[in-house]
């Protein structure tokens, strides 16, 4: 069984940064893709960026240049530097990982004030 803790969200200020991390029990985590995800009230879920075991990344058009996922095997652990914040970025972050099976974090609230 895989679980996912996210951490690292919080308030904060247009134009701020927050690093949120995704930290993985389990065995898949070096052959799975991970991803983050948000979701915003009232809104579906959506891509916010992934990386493939490899280290190949890919974002979503309205993160890209302001966040950078990256992964650090040796922990386990996933993360998600974002910077330039905008209000329109508030919404819940969900880790996830896919390796034949997919599994999701609990969320982490993340909160832009204008």
């Known amino acids: 069984q895989v679980q996912l803790v996210e951490s690292g969200g919080g308030l904060v200020q247009a134009g701020g940064s927050l690093r949120l991390s995704c930290a993985a029990s389990?065995?898949?985590?070096?052959?799975?893709?991970m991803g983050w995800y948000r979701q915003a009230p009232g809104k579906q879920r959506e891509l916010v960026a992934r990386?493939?075991?490899?280290?190949?990344?890919n974002y979503a058009d309205s993160v890209k240049g302001r966040f950078t996922i990256s992964r650090d095997n040796a922990k386990s652990t996933v993360y998600l530097q974002m910077n330039s914040l905008k209000p329109e970025d508030t919404a819940v972050y969900y880790c996830?990982?896919?390796?034949?099976?997919?599994?999701w974090g609990q969320g982490t609230q993340v909160t832009v004030s204008s």
């Open positions: 996830n990982a896919n390796s034949l099976v997919v599994y």
């Open positions: 389990g065995s898949i985590f070096s052959i799975a893709t």
């Open positions: 990386i493939t075991s490899g280290g190949s990344t």
